[in-house]
T-cell receptor, first 113, second 112 residues
Framework: AQSVSQHNHHVILSEAASLELGCNYS??????LFWYVQYPGQHLQLLLK??????LVKGIKGFEAEFIKSKFSFNLRKPSVQWSDTAEYFC???????????FGRGTSLIVHP | KAGVTQTPRYLIKTRGQQVTLSCSPI?????VSWYQQTPGQGLQFLFE???????NKGNFPGRFSGRQFSNSRSEMNVSTLELGDSALYLC???????????FGDGTRLSIL
């Protein structure tokens, strides 16, 4: 069965530190990839998505993610985090032909000012 | 453009009762999906409706059911509530194809 693994369940950083959150999936075919963010008290919202083309995808608020097909990975990065990035981050994968994303369990990020 | 609206925001029920949650998708979105979110399990897919038909279903017992109306609004029903059903229930709508989901704020269901 399709699975999505987010290896870091809890991450604590200081402001200006660099961020990388891991996401690996098990499906071997064509995939569509997403990162969602859930700020405290707010609904899930899309950070960025990858369908095809350039494997380095830029999203909102300075986030980017790189699709590495050989590693079945779609890691999220940000060069310098801010206190306002404190949130829960979810990776999601649509296997080709399916419109239903499988979500990872999420990574809770806390950024200290 | 209004976002996905879920009602109610909070619900407290007791074991054995049943509950109905409501979701109004973004205007023009015909696909509505439901998820259960818990701290330990993340987001678990319940089912998806498209044009009043259940198109996909996750691995949840038959106590969890749903429906979609002609205006794309959707309801989810859980019967014979159990303590383990306590969770945040999220509704998401999608324009179609492989477009991203747009999520509502969720309904927080607590079972006593």
């Amino acid at each position: 069965a399709q699975s999505v693994s987010q290896h870091n369940h809890h991450v604590i950083l200081s402001e200006a530190a660099s961020l990388e959150l891991g996401c690996n999936y098990s499906y071997g075919g064509t995939v569509n990839l997403f990162w969602y963010v859930q700020y405290p008290g707010q609904h899930l919202q899309l950070l960025l998505k990858y369908f095809s083309g350039d494997p380095l995808v830029k999203g909102i608020k300075g986030f980017e993610a790189e699709f590495i097909k050989s590693k079945f990975s779609f890691n999220l990065r940000k060069p310098s985090v801010q206190w306002s990035d404190t949130a829960e981050y979810f990776c999601a994968v649509n296997p080709g032909g399916s419109y239903i994303p499988t979500f990872g369990r999420g990574t809770s990020l806390i950024v200290h000012p | 453009k209004a976002g996905v609206t879920q009602t109610p925001r909070y619900l407290i029920k007791t074991r054995g009762q049943q509950v109905t949650l409501s979701c109004s998708p973004i205007s023009g979105h015909r696909s509505v999906s439901w998820y259960q979110q818990t701290p330990g399990q993340g987001l678990q897919f319940l089912f998806e409706y498209f044009s009043e038909t259940q198109r996909n279903k996750g691995n949840f017992p038959g106590r969890f059911s749903g429906r979609q109306f002609s205006n794309s609004r959707s309801e989810m029903n859980v019967s014979t509530l159990e303590l383990g059903d306590s969770a945040l229930y999220l509704c998401a709508s999608r324009a179609g194809g492989n477009q991203p989901q747009h999520f509502g704020d969720g309904t927080r269901l607590s079972i006593l």
